[in-house]
């Protein structure tokens, strides 16, 4: 079932929009099933499962840390994550360059945008990002793009208004702050439940847990 439903989803997402298979806390053998239909790219969002899992499966695979980023457990992952989703703040920008520093590679990562109603969501508004611009020189950061997620609402206006706001956000730092960069091209957004619109209002990047793997069991949750 895992593998027809990745095949299903690549027949239905445009050329450009990458897939990101959400695989916390499913076990080894789901990633393995997905791994066997092509899948490559998985998303982790505890620090300490993504390390374990990393330590078993196949070397080949990309990691991407798509949970809430928390400064003592970036040193779990940063020797192999291909890419970090949460950075929300400057501060935890600044961590992610020290750790890569002192893990001796250079790490992609996006910022996390908060365009939705819940003020639970991290992220920055788009406003606060023009404190970057103070941030001291990254050389162990590869600034990629920008994540978000839209309002857990029914209301697809507004869904679709948050996935346009992030949108209108990355074309601006594309053309302002990020102008110089060959490798700032990354919308990432839409889950399971919304990323139909998402694709639909320009993402380049969708993350899916349920679509791909059913259903999760939140009582082993770490």
Wanted: net charge negative; hydrophobic share 40%.
């Amino acid at each position: 079932m895992i593998a027809q439903n990745i095949e299903e989803l690549r027949r239905q997402l445009p050329e450009g929009v990458k897939l990101i298979a959400v695989s916390k806390l499913k076990p080894a053998t789901d990633i393995m099933e997905a791994y066997g239909a092509g899948q490559r790219a998985f998303g982790e969002n505890y620090a300490t499962e993504l390390r374990d899992k990393a330590a078993v499966l196949p070397k080949d695979i990309e990691w991407h840390f798509i949970g809430h980023l928390q400064s003592k457990q970036v040193k779990y992952y940063i020797q192999f994550v291909h890419m970090i989703h949460g950075v929300d703040t400057p501060e935890h920008l600044l961590e992610v360059e020290h750790a890569a520093e002192k893990a001796g590679r250079e790490v992609d990562v996006l910022l996390q945008l908060h365009v939705a109603q819940e003020v639970t969501k991290f992220g920055f508004s788009p406003d606060e990002l023009d404190e970057l611009a103070t941030c001291r020189p990254l050389n162990h950061v590869r600034m990629r793009g920008v994540m978000g997620m839209a309002s857990h609402t029914d209301d697809t206006a507004r869904i679709r208004a948050d996935f346009r706001n992030i949108r209108r956000t990355f074309e601006r730092l594309k053309s302002g702050l990020y102008a110089t960069s060959d490798c700032f091209d990354v919308v990432s957004m839409g889950m399971s439940h919304d990323w139909q619109m998402a694709v639909e209002e320009g993402s380049t990047m969708v993350r899916l847990g349920t679509s791909i793997f059913g259903a999760r069991d939140y009582s082993h949750k770490q």
